[in-house]
């Protein structure tokens, strides 16, 4: 099951960053593409705030 970033995304954009198949694009909130992601949980290992979360 893929991630998903939540309304409370503050944008800093350190999920994006450290994505290892690049599935998070801008946005309002950043986007995580379910087909690309791999769910290693890295972006939520990363965000300051722990906006991304398994749907």
Known sequence: MAYKI?????GCG??????PVDAISEGAPYVID???C???GACAG???IGAP???
């Open 46 to 48: 990363n965000c300051p």
């Open 34 to 36: 379910a087909d690309t």
């Open 14 to 19: 350190v999920c994006k960053d450290n994505c």
């Open 53 to 55: 979360a398994q749907e």
């Open 38 to 40: 791999i769910d290693c």
């Open 6 to 10: 939540s309304d409370d995304c503050i």
